[in-house]
T-cell receptor
Framework: DMKVTQMPRYLIKRMGENVLLECGQDMSHETMYWYRQDPGLGLQLIYISYDVDSNSEGDIPKGYRVSRKKREHFSLILDSAKTNQTSVYFC????????????FGPGTRLTVL | GQQVQQSPASLVLQEGENAELQCNFSTSLNSMQWFYQRPEGSLVSLFYNPSGTKQSGRLTSTTVIKERRSSLHISSSQITDSGTYLCAMERDTGNYKYVFGAGTRLKVIA
């Protein structure tokens, strides 16, 4: 069953609190992504991971960090969340390469008050 | 400025009409993808690295990499085609980092 899961689906935090968003996939994909999507905008790449402990910044990495200790799990961490990090966060995975489809998780709606 | 520009920003169709969605890139690109976002928010990949013309059911993607453009043709639109269509480009060879356009919001009405 080809699936990308995200936990939690909804989260409300106060400014300054730490946030952990988790993503899992059951397809043994090497590549995993974290994106955020704000109203009326497309997705913006936060981080990409090419495999365990092989992570690279995307276009908007400031204020975020990631962890990938197992191929099937990719975490996004916000240390001291800010109100402008309120957004919908999507995780995706794919095989490593250009010719492969990205599979997306259902998204996490994060509100930072 | 915007590296990936999509047009139109929104579109309303009568069921059965065809649509042509455009994606233009301001920089050179290695490859591109088309995605569909359902009204409730979930995302699916439609076409990936679609150089030339590729078809899947009622959807046809035509991409000319050297001209930095791609189009998505939807024929005989259905109400269930409603949602947002996003294109994205991989700027540099081999890093698989994609830059997305803002999307075309499509509404198909009866």
């Amino acid at each position: 069953d080809m699936k990308v899961t995200q936990m939690p689906r909804y989260l409300i935090k106060r400014m300054g609190e730490n946030v952990l968003l988790e993503c899992g996939q059951d397809m043994s994909h090497e590549t995993m992504y974290w994106y955020r999507q704000d109203p009326g905008l497309g997705l913006q790449l936060i981080y990409i991971s090419y495999d365990v402990d092989s992570n690279s910044e995307g276009d908007i990495p400031k204020g975020y960090r990631v962890s990938r200790k197992k191929r099937e799990h990719f975490s996004l961490i916000l240390d001291s969340a800010k109100t402008n990090q309120t957004s919908v966060y999507f995780c995706a995975s794919s095989l490593l390469g250009t010719d492969y489809e990205q599979y997306f998780g259902p998204g996490t709606r994060l509100t930072v008050l | 400025g915007q590296q990936v520009q999509q047009s139109p920003a929104s579109l309303v169709l009568q069921e059965g009409e065809n649509a042509e969605l455009q994606c233009n890139f301001s920089t050179s690109l290695n490859s591109m993808q088309w995605f569909y976002q359902r009204p409730e928010g979930s995302l699916v990949s439609l076409f990936y690295n679609p150089s030339g013309t590729k078809q899947s059911g009622r959807l046809t993607s035509t991409t000319v990499i050297k001209e930095r453009r791609s189009s998505l043709h939807i024929s005989s639109s259905q109400i269930t085609d409603s949602g947002t269509y996003l294109c994205a480009m991989e700027r540099d060879t081999g890093n698989y980092k994609y830059v997305f356009g803002a999307g075309t919001r499509l509404k198909v009405i009866a």
